[in-house]
């Protein structure tokens, strides 16, 4: 376990390098930091040395015209968003805690936003990296262009790899103008008329941005929910494009039985951000959240097996269901930390069973540990420690972090 | 070793499946780039399990494998480089799966992309990667190159749209990547790999929504500087159009000849811009664009009135290098790709290229995304016009690097820029690049000689 007695917070690349350099000569593993907004995401690091990306600070080339932005890792999601916003643009990375997650760690967690239907994920937005690999060597792949074919797109091993391969130090992004206009429109949703409600979304002549079917998160999301929880719908577009939606969405409601749908104009985008954090936010120590990736024709069915498989457990299930990605977001609790340590390994073992692919998010309880955090689809897993091998032979960066343990 | 690869290729897939007479051989020596060394055999499979036979022997007879879709790359991508087996995918051509409710189909290598498209029209959905060679060009081999085309600005190149493959590996095993569950993106890596890492035996892929308004404009320019300022004018605005393609004259009048598609045969550019979306946004969408372009000095301004219309502006536009066929008989087309802001720079290098070397040069460009396509004119028989084309070629992938650009948007490295790879990646940069390759394929037995460069320390060269 992680007794880190050494850390440091490099300014520069050069310093990192010495830093990365220094530990691969002494043996030395790294755990890497970012703004610990998704700690709740894989192992602890088995390591003694912790390297921080938070001086690793600022905007280094942006060019509005150009759509492209290149960024150090430690710079915060929140500091983006304000230079982009005066030009009139944004990242459409919808990650937890903006003012304090950095791009690198967004990126090396590959977090899953809830536009990215629209805008893309994160390995779709990211056009360039700069890493420094195990051994202190300091790598480039992609670039500041949009549309690059230049050999092997190395960057995307980087996506989602949580640190195992190399420290990200810089990013290049591509950047989109800010939509004129986005609403969210929020429908408690009373008994029996959930799956029905959701089920006419298809039918909507303008796509939604993002939408949601949350159940639970009454706290976190300051909103009221029905029986059966509440529907929340984005769209975003020109005045007239979201009229129009609001009409079609507002005679969809009506035909699966709810009455009432507030819209929210100004707070639209607060919405967001409040569902996005609620995904990783823990009830203290007795509740874990897992993520599963999955189809969106699926998600509704897979968050009813998961309820009733809570259930069974005797634990309580707040669930976020992304309609138009597919990800069911579960959050399974007790009353108490020590109830919820007795029941958290077999109701692991009966998600898994469930839903292989399923992946905790977020769980303060020491039980964590014994947990399948990965879920228990192993994938390549042969391929993926051929990959860790030939970046870090030794095992020295964020060791034990990621899935099969690598 | 040549003779028992037949054999034994032939033993196993029969003489259907296999090819091995030099009449038919030849077909597969070369893509539109350049020819390469002859086959030892061709094979068609018609199943993932007859790709896996075929790589097995391959390796037992240490012959190299190269899969090949339509032959229409344009880097040597395809090419057999020291013979070996090709592998076609004429044969693995359907739409195995199309799941509407999740917009996704898995499809085999040898679909060709247009035909995804019209298969799923009737279900309100396509497949937005479109090349210009999309009418023959294949999935697999898009895979291959990370296909592009001119709709990239808004919906992104071929792995923007890959979700999960099943791929053959070195030893002839099937293996599968996804997006859905947990580890490293090696569907990110194997697009765009060339086929160097394995074969790719069917894929899943993102389908989109057909949108909902869809309108083509065409904007004349007295020369490519205004109509690249407009393009720049358009984005600050704001606005992202699907397509803002730019021909400048010698294009636009050779593709008038070939295609009659009412492009102006006076303007010193033409700028096509395409914008799909919701349908109320679009008359104001046309008026702003159009504002825009008159004020960055354009002389016309012309809407696709029909469906007819926008098919007829696009097809001039898909067919412009083959137009050129009319000025000279051979062209040689570049690819580069610089940040958008430095187009006009750009531009000026590549004329400056084509004049220092004697040759004609026809800009056709997805302005949008910066990705440069110079067509530098030329006659094959010439000897000294071929040295001048590769010349030019080289000075304008150094102007693309010295602008923060790179060497190749979307047709790939294959064999043609191999040596030219250093020129935006350090010695470092490569080596861990080629890092990727020993993970996938450290018998080099797929595809080699491409990509990296033969003077590495790395690849090939280790």
């Known amino acids: ?406 | 070793m040549r003779d028992e690869l037949q054999r034994r290729l032939l033993d196993a897939l029969g003489p259907d499946a296999v090819k091995t007479a030099p009449e038919d051989l030849i077909a597969y020596a070369g893509d539109a780039y350049a020819q390469g060394s002859l086959p030892d055999a061709v094979v068609l499979p018609s199943s993932t399990q007859e790709v896996c036979r075929t790589v097995r022997i391959a390796a037992d007879c240490g012959a190299p494998v190269v899969p090949r879709g339509a032959g229409t790359g344009l880097c040597g991508g395809a090419v057999p480089a020291r013979g070996g087996v090709v592998l076609s995918f004429a044969r693995m051509n359907r739409i195995l799966e199309l799941d509407v409710a999740n917009r996704r189909a898995r499809v085999q290598p040898g679909l060709i992309n247009l035909e995804l498209s019209e298969r799923t029209t009737g279900a309100g959905l396509f497949y937005a990667p479109d090349p210009s060679s999309q009418k023959v060009s294949t999935l697999g081999g898009n895979i291959g190159t990370n296909a592009g085309g001119p709709h990239c600005l808004s919906y992104g190149t071929t792995v923007n749209h890959v979700l999960a493959l099943e791929v053959v590996n070195g030893d002839g095993e099937v293996f599968t990547t996804g997006l859905d569950r947990p580890g490293y993106d090696l569907t990110g890596v194997l697009v765009g790999s060339e086929g160097t890492l394995g074969i790719v035996t069917s894929a899943w892929v993102r389908l989109l929504r057909l949108p909902e308004s869809v309108r083509v404009w065409l904007a004349a320019f007295p020369d490519v500087e205004a109509a690249s300022e407009a393009v720049s004018a358009v984005l600050a605005a704001g606005i992202v159009p699907t397509a803002l393609e730019i021909m400048d004259a010698l294009i636009t009048r050779a593709v008038e000849a070939a295609f009659h598609a009412g492009y102006p045969t006076d303007a010193g550019a033409v700028l096509l811009v395409e914008h799909a979306g919701a349908r109320d946004d679009m008359d104001a969408c046309e008026a702003q664009i159009a504002r825009i372009a008159r004020e960055h000095g354009a002389i016309s301004w012309r809407a696709a009135r029909s469906e007819e219309e926008r098919a007829a502006l696009w097809a001039g536009r898909k067919g412009a290098a083959g137009a050129t066929g009319r000025i000279a008989p051979n062209y040689y087309i570049q690819d580069v790709c610089v940040p958008r802001s430095t187009l006009p720079q750009a531009l000026h290098a590549v004329g400056e290229a084509a004049r220092e070397h004697g040759l004609a040069v026809g800009n056709v460009f997805h302005a949008g995304d910066g990705n440069l396509h110079p067509l530098l004119m030329y006659d094959r028989r010439e000897r000294k016009q071929v040295e001048a084309v590769v010349a030019a070629g080289n000075a304008i992938l150094e102007a693309a690097v010295a602008l923060g650009g790179t060497i190749s948007g979307e047709h790939g490295i294959g064999s043609e820029k191999r040596e030219t790879l250093p020129l935006v990646y350090s010695a470092d940069d490569l080596a861990a690049m080629a890092r990727v390759r020993d993970v996938f394929d450290p018998a080099r037995r797929f595809n080699p000689d491409k990509i990296f460069p033969a003077s590495a320390g790395c690849a090939e060269a280790r």
Request: charged share 25%; aromatic share 6%.
């Open chain 1, 1 to 406: 376990m992680s007794d880190a007695t050494e850390s440091f917070e490099p300014a520069d690349v050069e310093a990192l390098r010495t830093i990365v350099a220094r530990c691969a000569r002494e043996g030395k593993p790294i755990a890497i930091a970012g703004g610990g907004t998704l700690r709740g995401i894989g192992r602890r690091a088995a390591a003694r040395v912790i390297v921080s990306t938070r001086a690793l600070t600022g905007i280094v080339a942006y060019e509005p015209g150009d759509l492209t932005m290149g960024a150090l890792s430690g710079t915060t999601l929140a500091q983006i968003r304000a230079t982009l916003a005066t030009h009139g643009q944004f990242l459409p990375l919808d990650a937890p805690f903006p003012e304090r997650a950095t791009l690198g760690g967004t990126v090396a967690a590959a977090w899953p936003s809830p536009r990215r239907h629209r805008y893309g994920a994160v390995r779709d937005l990211v056009i360039g990296i700069h890493v420094v690999l195990a051994g202190g060597t300091d790598v480039k792949a992609g670039g500041m262009v949009v549309k690059n074919v230049t050999g092997y797109d190395v960057g995307k091993l980087h996506i989602g790899a949580h640190g195992t391969l190399g420290i990200l130090w810089r990013i290049n992004v591509k950047t989109v103008p800010l939509p004129s206009r986005a609403r969210a429109i929020l429908a408690p949703l009373p008994e029996g008329t959930g799956a029905r409600a959701v089920g006419y979304l298809h039918a909507l002549s303008v796509e939604p941005h993002a939408a949601w079917w949350i159940t639970g998160f009454e706290r976190e999301i300051e909103e009221r929910e029905g029986e059966e929880g509440l529907l929340a719908v984005r769209f975003e577009g020109s005045e007239a494009t979201i009229e129009r939606a609001t009409r079609d969405l507002r005679m969809l409601l009506g035909k699966a039985g709810v009455p009432s749908a507030r819209i929210l104009d100004a707070e639209a985008d607060a919405l967001l951000q409040r569902i996005v954090n609620a995904s990783v936010t823990p009830l203290g120590e007795r509740s874990v959240t897992y993520r599963l990736g999955g189809l969106p024709s699926h998600a509704v069915e897979t968050m009813r097996s998961f309820r009733s498989c809570a259930r069974d457990h005797a634990l309580r299930a707040d669930c976020i269901v992304d309609l138009c990605n597919g990800d069911v977001i579960v959050r399974a609790c007790d009353l108490d930390a020590v109830a919820f340590a007795a029941k958290a390994e077999r109701f692991d073992d009966a998600v898994h069973a469930l839903a292989p692919n399923a992946v905790v998010i977020a769980c303060e309880n020491a039980i964590r540990d014994d947990l399948a955090v990965w879920g228990t689809d192993a994938g390549p897993a042969e391929l993926f420690r051929r990959v860790k091998d030939a970046y870090d032979p030794d095992h020295l960066l964020n060791p034990g972090v990621f899935v099969g343990g690598i």
